[in-house]
């Protein structure tokens, strides 16, 4: 089983289409709608309203062509769609995830504060590696360090990397990094995602923590 994570009201994520707005107005629902999904309802249920919110995301793609914030936020939805989903069947998600952010990039690198690189990065070192998919190690390391120097301070990025430092087994250097990633500002309107964030954050810490005493 492929394990995402992922670099978000409860009433429109069972259906209907993106009203028309601001490409702010759109992200936001597309933000807001993401964290509900993926830390406020059941488990058993995440994989249907994330199929519904992955329709959703590429509408508001095909309103505004020429942004890459939509398509950042398509990326993010269809990475953490193929955590709910799991097995082969998330392998052609995480693909289609990983090309909606290389296509983010070619518009805007620094879109949303460096998360393209703190999604692509995730998506490299939680992939399988080749011939099953696109994994690798050094290309996740690459692009979460690159998304650390746009966004040093951020709650995913330091999330991300420590992570990434866990499963590269360097697990005092990942606690230092974890920590960090608690002394995040808050994000205005963001209070769900940080929050559930929050969470993980400290469970990897906690997962190091009992790594190093027992390796």
């Not at 992922?6 to 028309?20: E, L, P, Q």
Request: aromatic share 10%; net charge negative; glycine share 8%.
């Amino acid at each position: 089983m492929i394990k995402i994570y992922t670099t978000i009201i409860a009433c429109t994520f069972f259906g209907g289409s993106v009203n028309a707005g601001t490409v702010k107005d759109d992200i936001y629902s597309l933000q807001k709608e993401w964290a509900v999904i993926n830390y406020e309802i059941a488990e058993d249920e995440r994989e249907a309203a994330f199929s519904v919110l992955a329709k959703k995301a590429n509408e508001v793609v095909g309103q505004y062509p020429n942004r890459a914030e939509p398509l950042v936020w398509e990326g993010i939805i269809l990475s953490t769609y193929a955590g709910a989903q799991g097995g082969l069947g998330a392998l052609g998600l995480i693909k289609e995830a990983r090309d909606r952010l290389l296509d983010a990039e070619k518009i805007n690198p620094n879109a949303l504060n460096g998360s393209i690189y703190t999604s692509l990065g995730s998506l490299y070192y939680q992939a399988p590696g080749w011939p099953i998919s696109f994994g690798s190690n050094d290309d996740a390391e690459m692009y979460l360090k690159r998304a650390l120097e746009i966004n040093p301070n951020g709650i995913d990025p330091n999330f991300f990397y420590g992570d990434f430092l866990i499963e590269q087994k360097k697990y005092k250097e990942a606690i230092t990094v974890l920590r960090h990633a608690l002394e995040a500002q808050p994000r205005p309107s963001r209070s769900v995602a940080d929050a559930g964030r929050k969470v993980e954050i400290n469970e990897k810490i906690s997962l190091a923590k009992e790594k190093i005493k027992h390796p």
